[in-house]
């Protein structure tokens, strides 16, 4: 009796003459998010995954570990642990038994009995017992063997499947969720601009979602912002890599355009002119390391520098494609992301973010662009987006929980 888990993608089958590719890149992301977990065997048939383990290797506590690890790798939707045994009724049975007792167990204790069916599928017609046979057989072997349970083929709580392959039988009952989406790097690289808030992380991730492979930039003011608030932000790595494989982490000092900023213009534009300087930095940055498009934490109407005109004054420095993958979300939605993802707690940490600084008492919620260049005609941008691209340090953040 082998364990496998079975795993289920989704959307990578619409893609076409694409499909091995996608296909590929999904088995890379599994084998390296599962490879300190003794390295399980990864296998591709019937248009699904079958990750294995050796008997003995496959405890139920590194079971539930690789599917952990499985859970955060984009492209899958699905994971069921299964046993796979040889073509002969009596081990069907045994496996089911096992399959349909663990099910229980992770049910825990009840008053009555559990509603479950059998879903017999012969795909190899060379074993004697048809579908439906499997279905009846089954059905009666865990009747009699597994106290608590009565049959309802119409509200089944558990549903034993019983697939009987070319080289095995495979059985299992629980369906757990994967995260969907892309597998990591399908869709091209970007470049995430990641401040320590709630947003940008959640930003990224979401692009990790659909495929991007990102890399992150942090403006980070020294001494104004402390060195916490970069720990700060490498953890917020460290748990986006959890999900991609690795982030690596542009820092920017930007303490002295800050400086040239606050001396050149008006207050009210300050945090428009400081945004303006991010992007054109994040858009050299993105250049040199080969990366398509900026992401961002924006929302709408969030604050002063999320209107619309205020955007638009923004993004005009840059012609690569800026993508705010949270446009469509509220607040309370980017929370409870943010939870889930592992973000949230390390973004509540109270340590200042740059954007704090310099903030004027009454920033323009509309700046217009003639006003917002003319005050940057008193700075020289060119030499000051330059020396911050030098001076910035590239970081690799391990994947795991925050240090
Ligand atoms: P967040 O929660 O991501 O900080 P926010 O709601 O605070 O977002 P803003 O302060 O307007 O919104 O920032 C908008 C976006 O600009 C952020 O989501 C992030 O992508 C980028 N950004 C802001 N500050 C920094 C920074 N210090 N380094 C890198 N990117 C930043
Ligand atoms: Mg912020």
Redesign the pocket.
């Known amino acids: 009796m082998d364990r496998v888990v079975l795993v289920r993608y989704g959307e990578l089958g619409l893609k076409g003459k694409n499909r091995p590719f996608f296909e590929q890149k999904l088995m890379d992301h599994m084998r390296r998010a599962t490879a300190e977990l003794g390295r399980p065997w990864i296998r591709k048939t019937y248009g699904r995954f079958f990750v294995t383990f050796r008997e003995g290797q496959a405890d139920p506590g590194r079971l539930d570990q690789v599917i952990g690890r499985l859970q955060r790798v984009f492209g899958i939707v699905g994971l069921s642990p299964a046993v796979r045994v040889p073509l002969d009724l009596d081990a069907i049975y045994r496996a089911a038994e096992r399959v349909v007792t663990e099910h229980l167990a992770v049910l825990g204790r009840r008053d009555g009995e559990v509603p479950f069916k059998v879903r017999g599928h012969r795909a190899n017609k060379q074993f004697p017992h048809t579908s439906m046979d499997l279905n009846r057989l089954v059905g009666a072997y865990l009747l009699r063997q597994v106290p608590g349970l009565k049959v309802d083929v119409h509200r089944p709580e558990i549903e034993v499947a019983v697939e009987v392959r070319e080289d095995a039988a495979y059985c299992y009952s629980r369906d757990l969720p994967g995260p969907g989406g892309l597998p990591v790097g399908s869709s091209g690289r970007a470049l995430l601009?990641?401040?320590g808030?709630?947003?940008?992380p959640v930003?990224g991730w979401m692009g990790l979602k659909r495929g991007l492979d990102l890399d992150a930039?942090?403006?980070h003011s020294f001494p104004f912002t402390s060195e916490r608030s970069l720990e700060k932000v490498e953890d917020l790595c460290r748990v986006l890599a959890t999900w991609s494989g690795g982030v690596t982490l542009h820092v920017v000092h930007f303490t002295e355009v800050q400086r040239a900023i606050q001396q050149a213009g008006p207050p009210e534009l300050g945090i428009t002119l400081m945004r303006r300087m991010?992007v054109r930095i994040a858009e050299r940055i993105a250049r040199r390391e080969k990366l398509l498009a900026l992401v961002?934490?924006?929302s709408l109407g969030?604050?002063a520098?999320?209107t619309l005109e205020s955007i638009g004054v923004i993004e005009a420095v840059t012609a690569l494609p800026v993508l705010r993958p949270l446009i469509g979300l509220d607040k309370a939605e980017i929370v409870r992301l943010a939870e889930r993802i592992g973000t949230l707690d390390i973004s509540n940490r109270p340590y200042e973010?740059?954007?704090a600084l310099f903030v004027p008492r009454h920033p323009s919620t509309r700046p217009r662009s003639q006003a917002v260049e003319a005050a940057e005609a008193a700075l020289d941008v060119e030499a000051l987006v330059q020396g911050a691209v030098e001076r910035t340090e590239t970081l690799r953040p391990e994947p795991g929980p925050p240090a």
């Open positions: 601009l990641l401040s808030g709630i947003d940008s930003a930039v942090h403006f991010m961002t934490g924006e969030q604050v520098s999320q973010d740059c954007c």
